[in-house]
């Protein structure tokens, strides 16, 4: 696993534990980030993660406003805690991180949906964060072509959806199963039926 994607799945988690304790940090990234170290987890890796969370914890009200402006049939409160905080991750990422090329964000946006929540959420997450692309990186909205230097494939951008819908549920929410801090494992079947999260 690249260094990167390491840094954005210890944001994702920071984020989402933020979220659904309600936004009551009980540790300090340092101490979340310690707690969750794995082997080969470095300095470069949690100066990453801990940017990456200042950033979004900054930027959650205007990337909370852009997706209302760009929603018209659902809220931000309707998405699913893991894609809203995924959402609001590479937000601050497309606006504040201009070195890294926008389709590696969003590639790796839709990797985290597909590898963290529901079947639907690659698909939606990807379609937000495309509209959100547009005004965040205006440079790029006639750009063609791929670039970049995403953990899956360098190459590949990953395809729009013009009318994201999000997925209904949050299944570790729902069920109230997540460990602080844990991104929940993929959902089944069944924790997709759990209804809309409450934000």
């Known amino acids: 696993m690249k260094k990167r994607t390491r840094g954005r799945i210890l944001a994702l988690q920071y984020l989402y534990m933020l979220d659904v304790i309600g936004g009551r940090a009980r ?8 707690y969750w170290k794995e082997d080969g987890d470095d300095d470069e ?3 990453f993660a801990t940017r990456l969370i200042s950033l979004a914890l900054a930027s959650n009200a205007e990337a909370d406003a852009r997706l209302a402006e760009i929603s018209h049939n659902w809220s931000v409160g309707r998405m699913a805690t893991v894609d809203r905080n995924i959402v609001r991750l590479a937000f601050a990422e497309l606006k504040y991180e201009k070195d890294t090329p926008y389709r590696v964000i969003l590639d790796e946006a839709v990797e985290l949906a597909k ?6 959420s690659g698909a939606f ?8 692309r547009e005004s965040l990186r205006p440079e790029t909205v006639n750009e063609k072509g791929a670039g970049g230097d995403s953990a899956k494939n360098e190459e590949a951008a990953p395809a729009s959806d013009p009318e994201p819908v999000p997925p209904s549920s949050d299944p570790a929410a729902e069920a109230g199963t997540a460990r602080a801090g844990a991104v ?4 089944t079947p069944e924790d997709r039926s759990a209804g809309p999260s409450a934000r």
């Open 184 to 187: 929940p494992e993929k959902a």
């Open 45 to 47: 890796i949690r100066d």
């Open 125 to 132: 997450v990807n379609g937000v964060l495309d509209k959100l």
């Open 115 to 120: 590898q963290f929540s529901t079947e639907d």
């Open 27 to 34: 540790c300090s990234i340092a101490d979340f980030l310690k």
